[in-house]
């Protein structure tokens, strides 16, 4: 009989602590598992602090990132997928796509190399070309890069600008001055140095019928034949 009592004693025993764990850790967790949330919005913030604050949340943060971009500020948050305010369960995981930092590049030689390609290998590496200036050479073929500043072997950003000398083939046996009228100047510049002339001195006039820098005068005369590459002097509009 005393056996009997012990034996119910121990059920009831472990039928109360079982209940206690229901109610306590088993029923909690089927409980949070169901439960949904509004993803907070975490765009435009630090990526560590977006991801703390998914953590806390209950997800599980994906992050990628992107290349540089000068139009965003790096190690931000720009995108998340699902979008913000979406209602999800807690151990979703959440993609955060995140702005790039500028990486190092050692700046390779591109001399000799076409134009062309050159494009093509500078956007891979996230390189601008800043200016092009071209230039007759009897050495090196037409379009191809003649020299390049900053030189190759310097140590350099993504995102950073180059400059290159191009060539224009062999030198012609003379020169004809181009139109620059109506130009915006950086285009003017390019077509001097397209025509293998020199851009001479720049003046300003202030002028409220053109668009602010657009080449109201040429010191040469549009179709002009040249013997040598001489210089050719502008004004310029400013609206200021």
Do not use: H, W
């Amino acid at each position: 009989m005393k056996k009997i009592v012990s034996y119910i004693f121990i059920l009831i025993i472990i039928a109360i602590f079982g209940l206690i764990t229901l109610n306590s850790i088993v029923l909690p967790l089927i409980v949070n598992t169901n439960k949904s949330i509004y993803l907070p919005d975490c765009r435009n913030i630090d990526y560590r602090i977006g991801k703390q604050k998914l953590d806390s949340l209950g997800f599980i943060s994906n992050i990628i990132f992107k290349e540089f971009n000068d139009n965003q500020i790096p190690f931000t948050i720009i995108e998340t997928s699902p979008k913000p305010f979406t209602k999800l369960k807690s151990g979703r995981i959440i993609k955060l796509i995140v702005a790039g930092d500028k990486k190092d590049i050692i700046l390779e030689s591109f001399i000799d190399k076409s134009i062309r390609n050159t494009y093509l290998e500078l956007n891979r590496m996230t390189i601008a070309i800043d200016t092009l200036i071209y230039e007759y050479n009897n050495d090196i073929p037409k379009d191809y890069i003649i020299s390049q500043y900053p030189k190759a072997g310097k140590l350099i950003k993504s995102g950073d600008e180059i400059v290159f000398i191009v060539s224009q083939g062999k030198a012609p046996n003379y020169y004809m001055t181009p139109n620059l009228i109506n130009m915006n100047l950086p285009r003017a510049k390019e077509t001097i140095s397209k025509a293998g002339l020199l851009i001479g001195n720049i003046e300003y006039e202030f002028n409220t019928k053109y668009l602010n820098n657009t080449v109201l005068e040429q010191s040469k005369t549009s179709g002009m034949k040249l013997s040598f590459p001489a210089k050719i002097d502008l004004i310029v509009s400013k609206d200021k």
